[in-house]
T-cell receptor, first 112, second 117 residues
Framework: QKEVEQDPGPLSVPEGAIVSLNCTYS??????FMWYRQYSRKGPELLMY????GNKEDGRFTAQVDKSSKYISLFIRDSQPSDSATYLC????????????FGGGTRLMVKP | GAVVSQHPSRVICKSGTSVKIECRSL??????MFWYRQFPKQSLMLMAT?????????EQGVEKDKFLINHASLTLSTLTVTSAHPEDSSFYIC?????????????FGPGTRLTVL
């Protein structure tokens, strides 16, 4: 069993839709949770960074963490074609500067 | 934001040759850099952690004699793939740690696509 599980997709949605991306993990020692966006043939870009259970909002993005269920989510509101990318969840034991364990990534396609 | 560059962005080499990939933090000093490998449609797998002035720490299953890592300065780490073979063809991505109080995170380079013929 992988430490971090993520549905690979692809997930195809129409422009303007609300997108829900999810990861589950098995190691309760993970304390910090990140979401990265990766465009094709590019390096990952940090979108959201949370360390407590609950919601964190930044513009169209909302990150949700449920440590009791070992489940994290990323919601994208009013999705745009430019959001089409692979979204990777990542987590670490102490902070985002240390070794990250990534999920497999979910490929998202937003159709105009 | 902090910028990390990689050079080259793409390299094609013959089997048996060695390839060096550079990772630079352009506007900050990084005491720690990480090297990842990503196969098509798969996630990033950590290969090694590189600390400035000391030997790299390799993840299980990664051959340290094949993937040589040097972190000679606070802004530069290099990964050398020695005696490359077609199975080494992959997307290699580095990240640099910005370890400031209240802002400790990694910034990723754009990646280097290695193709071994």
């Amino acid at each position: 069993q992988k430490e971090v599980e993520q549905d690979p997709g692809p997930l195809s949605v129409p422009e303007g839709a609300i997108v829900s991306l999810n990861c589950t993990y098995s190691n309760s020692a993970f304390q910090y949770f990140m979401w990265y966006r990766q465009y094709s043939r590019k390096g990952p870009e940090l979108l959201m960074y949370t360390y407590s259970s609950g919601n964190k909002e930044d513009g169209r993005f909302t990150a949700q963490v449920d440590k009791s269920s070992k489940y994290i989510s990323l919601f994208i509101r009013d999705s745009q074609p430019s959001d089409s990318a692979t979204y990777l969840c990542a987590m670490t034991y102490n902070n985002a500067g240390n070794m990250l364990t990534f999920g497999g990534g979910t490929r998202l396609m937003v159709k105009p | 934001g902090a910028v990390v560059s990689q050079h080259p962005s793409r390299v094609i080499c013959k089997s048996g040759t060695s390839v060096k990939i550079e990772c630079r933090s352009l506007d900050f000093q990084a005491t720690t850099m990480f090297w990842y490998r990503q196969f098509p449609k798969q996630s990033l797998m950590l290969m090694a952690t590189s600390n400035e002035g000391s030997k790299a720490t390799y993840e299980q299953g990664v051959e340290k004699d094949k993937f040589l890592i040097n972190h000679a300065s606070l802004t530069l780490s290099t990964l050398t793939v020695t005696s490359a073979h077609p199975e080494d063809s992959s997307f290699y991505i580095c990240s640099a740690r910005l370890g400031l109080a209240g802002k400790d995170e990694q910034f990723f380079g754009p990646g280097t696509r290695l193709t071994v013929l």
